[in-house]
C-alpha cells in the first residue's frame, strides 16, 4: 500500500492486499491516516470466504487423493504470493505424511521469488520468522524445480506452475497435456479473467480448441480460492482502519463494485466512486489551513467558558483575530492583535428584547430568570447584580424591566458570542418555567 501526500491532500492507493493473515505474510494492516481518498481493489467485491482452515483441508485431501491414486495435479499460480502459500502448506503436509511423490515448481520467476523471500525472511510471517533460526521454511524439501522433459514422466506428481490463467505459458503447456486423463487433477486457486482458458474450464467446458484441434478436457477441475484478494468483509475492514473521506473502487466487475459501493456509503457515510477504465473522476476534498493559537487566546477563552482544560467531547468556537507575519499563521485574541497594529478596538453589540406576560416584582422575575440560565449553562460563569442584571461571561448582559404584569428582557451580546446570544433568545421564547 501507498500513502501518498501532496501539500494537504493525501490518498492511499492499494494492490493486491488480504486483511486475513497466510502461513508467510502476515495480515494487512494500515493506521487510522484518515486520507482524502482511498483507491483500493474490489475483486472479490461480493464475496465472503469460508473458513480458511477447512480449505486448507480439503485441498491437502484432494491432492493426497489424487496422486495416492497414481494421478497428476496441476495448480496454476502467479510467480508470488500464491505459490509460496500453497507451497509451505504442501511441504509441511509432505513431511508430516511421508509422502514420496514429488513436488514441483516452474523455473523462472517463482524461484527467483522464493530466493527473494529467503534473503527478506523478516518481512514474512512471525511464525516463519520464530523458526528461522532452525530452519528457513523457503529452502524446501520436498519441493524441486520443474523442468519441461518431466512432462511425460509416468508416475503422480505435482506441478506448480506459471502463470495462474492458462491463458500461456508452461501451465498451459502442461494442462494441454495432462487434460485428457481422468485420473489426474487441475486446482484453481485463483481468479481467472473472463476469456481464459481457466475460466472456460472452471465454467464447465470439457472441448477446448487449440491450432484447429479439439481438446477433450477429462481432467478434474477444482476450484479453491486461496486468492491474495481481499474479500467483501476485508475490504470493508481496511475502509474502517484507515477513515478515508472519499472511496475508489478499482480492478473488479461493475456489478459487484455496485453493490460494495452501495454498501460502503450506507455503512460508513461517505461517497464512493467507481470509475470505469479511460474515465475521469473528480474527488472534492476540504483544505485544511493550520495555525498557532496565542496562550493568551486560550487563556482568555478559558476564563470565559468557565473551562480549566479543553474538553474535546464538547467542541467550542474560538474567536480570534487571524493574523499572518513572515510566513506564519496565528489565531490571537482581537486586543493583542490591535495593540500590535496600533489600532484602537471597537466593540459591535447586539441587542433584542422580549416581552413576556409575568405577573410579580420585577425582582423575582429577575431572579426566577437566573436560576434558569444558571441550569442550562452551567460551564459559563453567571454573576447576579444587585440591580437584577445577569452577567454571563462577562460579555452578555441580560437586564429585566417593565410593571406588575408585562416584563421586558434586554438581551445583549458582542458580536462574538452569537451562539451564545441565539441560545438565550430561544430560552427566553419558551418563557420562565423551568
Not at 473551562?307 to 499563521?329: E, F, H, Y
Request: glycine share 6%; charged share 25%.
Amino acid at each position: 500500500m501507498f500513502h501518498i501526500k501532496s501539500g494537504q491532500q493525501s490518498l492511499v492507493y492499494t494492490g493486491d492486499y488480504n486483511m486475513t493473515p497466510d502461513r508467510h505474510l502476515g495480515a494487512a494492516w494500515i493506521d487510522k491516516c484518515r486520507p482524502d481518498l482511498l483507491i483500493t481493489e474490489s475483486t472479490y467485491a461480493t464475496t465472503i470466504r469460508d473458513s480458511k482452515r477447512c480449505r486448507e483441508r480439503d485441498f491437502l485431501k484432494k491432492v493426497h487423493s489424487c496422486v495416492e491414486k497414481g494421478g497428476k495435479v496441476l495448480i496454476p499460480v502467479f510467480a508470488l504470493g500464491r505459490a509460496q502459500e500453497l507451497c509451505i502448506l504442501l511441504e509441511t503436509y509432505w513431511e508430516r505424511m511421508n509422502l514420496k511423490a514429488p513436488i514441483y515448481f516452474s523455473l523462472g520467476l517463482t524461484e527467483k521469488a522464493n530466493h527473494y523471500y529467503k534473503l527478506f525472511i523478516t518481512w514474512t510471517s512471525q511464525k516463519i520468522k520464530k523458526t528461522f533460526v532452525q530452519r528457513n521454511m523457503f529452502e524446501f524439501k520436498h519441493i524441486k524445480p520443474f523442468d519441461r522433459s518431466y512432462i511425460d514422466n509416468p508416475g503422480p506428481m505435482v506441478v506448480f506452475a506459471t502463470p495462474g490463467m492458462l491463458h500461456a505459458g508452461l501451465s498451459l503447456q502442461i494442462f494441454r497435456k495432462w487434460a485428457p486423463n481422468e485420473n489426474n487433477m487441475l486446482i484453481m486457486p485463483g481468479y481467472c479473467v473472463a476469456g481464459t482458458i481457466g475460466h472456460k474450464v472452471l465454467g464447465g467446458i470439457k472441448r477446448l480448441e487449440f491450432d484447429k484441434q479439439v481438446l477433450e478436457v477429462k481432467l478434474q477441475v477444482r476450484y479453491m480460492s486461496f486468492s491474495a484478494h481481499a474479500d467483501a468483509k476485508g475490504i470493508m475492514q481496511l475502509v474502517s482502519q484507515c477513515e478515508p473521506c472519499n472511496v475508489m473502487l478499482v480492478h473488479g466487475e461493475a456489478a459487484k463494485m455496485d453493490f460494495l459501493k452501495q454498501k460502503i456509503q450506507q455503512e460508513f457515510g461517505i461517497d464512493c466512486f467507481k470509475p470505469a477504465n479511460g474515465e475521469t473522476a473528480i474527488i472534492r476534498t476540504i483544505h485544511n489551513v493550520p495555525l498557532d493559537v496565542s496562550v493568551t487566546l486560550l487563556k482568555r477563552e478559558a476564563s470565559l467558558s468557565g473551562l480549566s482544560i479543553p474538553d474535546p467531547k464538547r467542541p467550542r468556537i474560538l474567536n480570534g483575530a487571524l493574523v499572518i507575519k513572515s510566513n506564519k499563521t496565528q489565531l490571537v485574541d482581537p486586543v493583542e492583535a490591535m495593540s500590535d497594529l496600533g489600532l484602537r478596538q471597537h466593540q459591535l453589540r447586539f441587542t433584542s428584547t422580549i416581552s413576556l406576560d409575568d405577573e410579580g416584582p420585577v425582582a423575582d422575575t429577575a431572579d426566577r430568570l437566573y436560576q434558569k440560565i444558571k441550569s442550562k449553562l452551567k460551564d459559563y460563569p453567571i454573576h447576579y447584580s444587585s440591580d437584577g442584571s445577569i452577567t454571563i461571561s462577562d460579555t452578555v448582559l441580560v437586564r429585566v424591566s417593565g410593571d406588575e404584569e408585562t416584563k421586558d428582557i434586554a438581551v445583549s451580546w458582542l458580536h462574538q458570542d452569537e451562539e451564545l446570544g441565539s441560545f438565550l433568545l430561544n430560552l427566553l421564547s419558551n418563557g420562565l418555567e423551568t
